[in-house]
């Protein structure tokens, strides 16, 4: 039967080899193996690992193309809910997710939904269709703010109904946290990033770089003076947060955004490049989630002896089960109930150590998770010349407050509806510039609701007899 088929492991770098090197860890499947992965499917007549996929593509159906071979099938089945595959099967946190819901995991482990999407992804980028996919023009026009996963999904599924989009980016690079936020060795951005970002500009997108929203341009004037019907605010959550303790404006103190920015979009790692950051001999990643795991291992490749601080156990850690293996095997060293309270420094102001507090666990707080409590008299230090915090992002407060009758939480986040409105007609949001740093899917299914209430709001405007009921 098919469901004794055991999984098929994925064939990945030496940890050795790779802690050395910026090459993407997983080397994914070869055809057979993804065929073979998608044999273990049993096609459920109600497939939980729909309802558990942000964006609800259907997976059945693609593996069942896939298992017959037909690779072309299944990414168009894939196509028609998400842009970026390729993306999404390397980052997507599957296991609490389309995977986590597969029935097969109950008693065993679950079809590895995310493997195949990524193999069926780059089959696409290698084979598919390069020709313009343009729909007819409907003769509106949306604006979008941020070309990261929330402004490309919203972005595609409005062009695919006919509107004509315009993304505005305010880096140089297109991809938002796809380009800055997420390493190399997680995810390539010329064969994976860029390929994908093509195939958005090819539904006929068009992309401008280097424009500010609050500053080059506004939300007011976009609607106001250029004709745009609806504008989509897709601009993330860059803002670090600090802990506030003393020491942390000392020289080798980082927020992981600015490490991660350095490392990624101007090629720190690259010795070609003349962008350099200092790693350090020895790095403190303050922080258990997804980008203090990047940062660890960023760190790690850059020559430093690396390490996690996190003031929770290794029970409570936020970030993918994946990524903490990895870094395990990479020699990453983790310093569980520990959190810091001071950032020591030399007499050039230059980090070298930092103090801390062991932790115990006490009740759950409001997230569900047990609370850290300091251990009394448990003060001690650990020897670093640089500190990263990842203590999570906030958005940048220049739209909102450039914005007229745009209204945002205590949190500095915009404030929208489940479909993206938001309190000014006519502009909508969504991913991380609404519910805070969260995941590239997520932020990919906001955008795509948003497309659709985009899409109802500009017919009620204009054509409300076109609206379904």
Not at 292 to 317: C, F, N
Not at 432 to 449: E, F, N, W, Y
């Amino acid at each position: 039967m098919a469901n004794r088929i055991p999984r098929v492991a994925v064939r990945e770098q030496d940890p050795a080899v790779r802690a050395t090197n910026f090459k993407e860890v997983c080397y994914g499947y070869d055809r057979d193996e993804a065929i073979l992965e998608a044999s273990r499917c049993l096609h459920c007549k109600n497939p939980r690992c729909v309802e558990a996929c942000p964006v609800n593509i259907r997976i059945p159906d693609f593996i069942k193309a896939l298992t017959e071979g037909n690779e072309a099938e299944a990414a168009a089945i894939i196509a028609e809910d998400s842009s970026l595959p390729s993306i999404c099967g390397r980052v997507c946190p599957q296991e609490t997710q389309c995977e986590g819901s597969c029935i097969l995991g109950i008693k065993g482990e679950p079809v590895a939904i995310g493997k195949l999407e990524r193999y069926v992804g780059d089959w696409s980028i290698a084979n598919g269709d390069k020709e313009p996919r343009k729909t007819a023009r409907n003769g509106h026009k949306v604006a979008v703010i941020g070309s990261g996963p929330s402004g490309l999904a919203c972005a595609s599924d409005l062009a695919k109904m006919g509107y004509e989009v315009k993304i505005f980016e305010a880096l140089h690079e297109v991809g938002g946290v796809l380009t800055y936020g997420i390493p190399e060795f997680r995810l390539p951005k010329k064969a994976v990033v860029a390929a994908e970002i093509e195939a958005v500009k090819r539904l006929g997108v068009e992309i401008e770089t280097d424009v500010i929203a609050g500053r080059t341009i506004t939300i007011d004037s976009l609607m106001d003076e250029e004709g745009y019907d609806a504008v989509f605010i897709g601009s993330g959550a860059g803002l670090p947060r600090f802990m506030g303790i003393e020491g942390e404006n000392f020289n080798g103190v980082f927020s992981a955004n600015e490490f991660l920015t350095r490392a990624n979009l101007m090629k720190a790692y690259d010795s070609h490049y003349d962008t350099p950051i200092f790693a350090g001999r020895r790095a403190v990643v303050v922080g258990g989630g997804n980008v203090a795991m990047d940062a660890v291992r960023t760190a790690k490749r850059l020559g430093a002896e690396a390490v996690i601080v996190y003031r929770r156990s290794e029970t409570e850690l936020p970030a993918r089960a994946e990524e903490v293996h990895h870094a395990k095997e990479e020699g990453i060293e983790f310093r569980m109930l520990t959190n810091p309270t001071r950032i020591l420094g030399d007499e050039q102001g230059r980090v070298r150590g930092i103090s801390c507090v062991e932790m115990t666990l006490g009740e759950p707080d409001e997230s569900g998770r047990r609370a850290p409590v300091v251990k009394p008299g448990s003060d001690f230090e650990i020897e670093c010349d640089v500190v990263i915090m990842a203590l999570g992002t906030s958005p940048n407060p220049l739209i909102a407050s450039t914005t007229a009758g745009l209204e945002t939480s205590r949190r500095g986040c915009i404030v929208a509806d489940a479909e993206g409105a938001t309190t000014r007609e006519g502009v909508f949001a969504g991913g991380d510039a609404v519910t805070g740093a969260a995941t590239v899917i997520l932020a990919m299914g906001a955008g795509r609701r948003a497309a659709a209430a985009i899409d109802r709001y500009i017919k009620s405007k204009t054509n409300p007899e076109k609206l379904d009921i």
